[in-house]
């Protein structure tokens, strides 16, 4: 008897075991589940804090301060919560940054001339060709490009899109693009260093082992930056074409002959906004352009070319001012000169003002608050000390460069450089890329959320989303 009660007891005592090595276990895989669960939403809890920070700013925006918006978004790239935390980093020039990734860092591949993308580095003329084509809106493939035929003629279910690239993965789809071109060690596209994009060979992709991301082409080149008719105030841009004097006077503060030289200049053909920086605006209102025919770049020659234009460039128009009573030209009535604009209104003028009615939105310029220093030298063939000397004057701003206007002054700047440079750089980011890592708190669950954002308008848009 004694036996069997042992024996019971025994078997009781195996079933209690079993059923808590069952109910272990089953803890064990509830508790993944949880933390993968609370790792998701704090990754969530730090998409949404960039976001409604992003959309705060858009709502207020600082004119006086162009790194209001770049310094909050790091503030907040760590969070705590409850049951996890987050924080959200990106790659840049091979240091890695607090914060979301602003893509007007990036040169827009969008808007590169065949003579840019070359510059890229590794760069071939027929992968030129072929992103020219896919981006152009003809048929016609150019002497090393590729169209349609070419992508079906090798079973391709897909052919050139002849518009803008939506986004930046959709450069692999181009003949002759490989993903380890566009990609280098950031294999998940995901502006961050993984474990395995950092250790040798040992595992997927190749890499250096160096602890630097070198994110390829990725890490230069964009699809996603864009315009707005957004300035910098917050309100919408003044149309200089149609704009009243009064809305000038008042928007700008301007005096009237200055109103009334601006509003005839932006009814010239060609007018840019750009050669204010140039040419005195009295010149520029009686239709004298620029001298030195503008084609030149801010490439490494230019440097010398542009020259100590400057001051002396503006012949015919000198003629015009110094003959200033006098009835003068065709135009006449601006002739007694309304001054040259100085350098902080040329700045409010290119920051407040646009040429061009905004009927959609177009690939972006690159904000010179957060320009990637290798896309300046590589990509557009700017001087380095020239490249160095504006990152540095942008970096020992507090309250970063709230125009261009403000780097007139640097070494090696001149007003033709400055000129060519504000085609392609500006001082406000619309869309980021927030790439956010949560973690569970309790048993170390991790979630990863890749979001693209575009801040222009309210509520903000998301441009793409992802879980690497
Ligand atoms: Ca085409
Ligand atoms: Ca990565
Ligand atoms: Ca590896
Ligand atoms: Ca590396």
């Not at 064990?28 to 920070?53: K, N, P, Y």
């Not at 950031?186 to 502006?191: A, E, F, R, V």
């Not at 082992?209 to 910098?232: E, F, K, V, W, Y």
């Amino acid at each position: 008897m004694l036996v069997i009660v042992i024996w019971a007891v025994a078997i009781a005592a195996a079933i209690v075991a079993g059923l808590q090595i069952l109910s272990f276990r089953q803890a064990v895989l509830g508790s993944d589940a949880i933390a993968r669960v609370q790792a998701r939403w704090a990754a969530r809890a730090g998409v949404e804090t960039m976001i409604a920070i992003m959309e705060y700013h858009t709502e207020n925006p600082d004119p006086d301060d162009a790194l209001a918006l770049i310094l909050d978004l790091q503030d907040n790239s760590y969070g705590t919560l409850e049951t996890g935390t987050y924080d959200i980093r990106h790659f840049l020039d091979g240091i890695e940054n607090a914060g979301p990734l602003d893509e007007h860092s990036k040169a827009n591949i969008n808007l590169l001339s065949t003579t840019e993308l070359m510059n890229v580095e590794d760069m071939t003329p027929d992968v030129v060709g072929a992103i020219v084509d896919w981006r152009d809106t003809n048929e016609d493939a150019g002497m090393l490009g590729a169209e349609k035929t070419y992508y079906q003629n090798r079973g391709k279910s897909y052919e050139p899109r002849n518009a803008s690239f939506r986004n930046f993965a959709e450069l692999e789809l181009v003949a002759g693009v490989w993903p380890e071109s566009t990609r280098g060690e950031d294999w998940n596209l995901d502006g961050r260093l993984d474990p395995n994009e950092d250790d040798g060979e040992e595992t997927w992709p190749e890499d250096n082992h160096d602890g630097i991301l070198d994110a390829g082409l990725s890490g230069l080149l964009t699809a996603s930056s864009l315009t707005s008719p957004r300035a910098a105030s917050g309100e919408d841009r003044l149309n200089l074409v149609t704009a009243k004097s009064e809305e000038v006077v008042e928007r700008l503060g301007l005096t009237e002959p200055q109103t009334s030289a601006l509003l005839a200049y932006a009814k010239t053909p060609n007018a840019r906004l750009e050669q204010l920086l140039v040419l005195p605006l009295s010149t520029l209102s009686q239709g004298g352009t620029s001298a030195a025919g503008g084609a030149n770049p801010i490439g490494g020659a230019g440097a010398a070319t542009g020259g100590k234009n400057s001051a002396g460039s503006s012949a015919q128009g000198r003629t015009g001012r110094s003959s200033s009573g006098n009835s003068g030209a065709t135009g006449g009535i601006t002739q007694a000169g309304p001054g040259n604009l100085d350098s902080a209104t040329i700045g409010k003028v290119m920051n407040e003002c646009t040429l061009k009615e905004f009927t959609r939105p177009e690939p972006g310029k690159m904000n010179v608050n957060t320009v990637s220093g290798r896309v300046l030298k590589e990509v557009f063939d700017m001087n380095p000390k020239l490249v160095d000397s504006l990152l540095s004057r942008r970096d020992a701003k507090v309250t970063g460069l709230t125009s261009l206007a403000a780097v007139l002054d640097i070494p090696g700047m001149t007003p033709q450089i400055l000129s060519s440079l504000a085609t392609k750089l500006d001082v406000q980011s619309f869309v980021f890329t927030i790439s956010c890592r949560g973690r569970s708190i309790t048993v170390g669950g991790e979630s990863e959320m890749v979001v693209t954002v575009d801040r222009s308008t309210l509520p903000a848009q998301i441009l793409m989303y992802r879980e690497p």
